[in-house]
């Protein structure tokens, strides 16, 4: 079954910390990955997109990474900011149809 | 560009009530995606279209939800009657088909609206 798991579902952490979220999906066949962030009350934007040639990527803070052999992608944050509270969701795109498989998001909480 | 623009942003109708959310995507993509979002089941894809034409309606709940592309540049949902269960945050989205000498060929980002909420009551 195609699924894609986001863990943790949760998150809180003080301003200026660094934080990992992590993405395992069982999609197959693999296109892509798309990490998106959804600020309160908007529609999900994307931050960053993986294939499967390519093991790390950076925009700006946030660098993605992705292990295609284990099936799993990480979202870096460096030197959170408040701004950077929001959900982030994990989007695997696969086939030639490109189904887009979402996973349910990590809720980060940035305090002062 | 404007982005993906739908309307209304809230929505609080009663029970039985006919409800219609609208979407215009961005000009130029040539896909268009209705997703339903909940705190229990996160984003939900109910519908998605290709140049106008509905490709996939297997997430659509029950024959209460249709949806309908008239051209391009317009999308509706529709639901009809509303139950109170439908109370959600709905999302619209749209895409574009790069080429083949694109590096990153497939489908674009999801491109969101900001959703319109919708209480059932």
């Known amino acids: 079954k195609n699924q894609v798991e986001q863990s943790p579902q949760s998150l809180i952490i003080l301003e200026g910390k660094n934080c990992t979220l992590q993405?395992?999906?069982?999609?197959?066949?693999?296109?892509?990955l798309r990490w998106y962030k959804q600020d309160t009350g908007r529609g999900p934007v994307s931050l960053t997109i993986?294939?499967?040639?390519?093991n790390t990527k950076s925009n700006g803070r946030y660098t993605a990474t992705l292990d295609a052999d284990t099936k799993q992608s990480s979202l870096h944050i460096t030197a959170s900011q408040l701004s950077d509270s929001a959900s982030y969701i994990c989007v695997v795109t696969s086939g030639a149809r490109n189904q887009f498989y979402f996973g349910t998001g990590t809720s980060l909480t940035v305090i002062p | 560009d404007a982005g993906v623009i739908q309307s209304p942003r809230h929505e609080v109708t009663e029970m039985g009530q006919e409800v219609t959310l609208r979407c215009k995507p961005i000009s130029g993509h040539d896909y268009l995606f209705w997703y339903r979002q909940t705190m229990m089941r996160g984003l939900e894809l109910l519908i998605y279209f290709n140049n106008n034409v509905p490709i996939d309606d297997s997430g659509m709940p029950e024959d209460r939800f249709s949806a309908k592309m008239p051209n391009a540049s317009f999308s509706t949902l529709k639901i009809q009657p509303s139950e109170p269960r439908d109370s959600a945050v709905y999302f619209c989205a749209s895409s574009y088909t790069r080429t083949v000498y694109h590096l990153y060929r497939g489908q674009s980002p999801l491109h969101f609206g900001n959703g319109t909420r919708l209480t059932v009551t």
């Open positions: 993405c395992n999906y069982t999609v197959s066949p693999f296109s892509n």
């Open positions: 993986m294939t499967f040639s390519e």
